[in-house]
């Protein structure tokens, strides 16, 4: 029987978009170990809405 891994997706979103008020939203999918950092992610992603680099944060 495999083992259930630690590792889990976590869905970033853009956090500038939401206070800017264009329509849209950027977002990435990405992985994390839940053992390691069980705080929420947050990390510089591009923007191709706004054309730059900004943060985004892990949702839900």
């Known amino acids: 029987m495999a083992k259930k891994g630690s590792r889990v997706q976590v869905i970033l979103e853009c956090t500038e978009q939401k206070t800017s008020g264009l329509p849209g939203m950027s977002r ?14 947050e990390l510089k992603k591009y923007n191709p809405i706004l054309k730059k680099v900004t943060v985004h944060k892990e949702i839900k």
């Open 28 to 41: 990435y999918i990405s992985e994390k170990n839940k053992k390691n950092s069980p705080e929420r992610l």
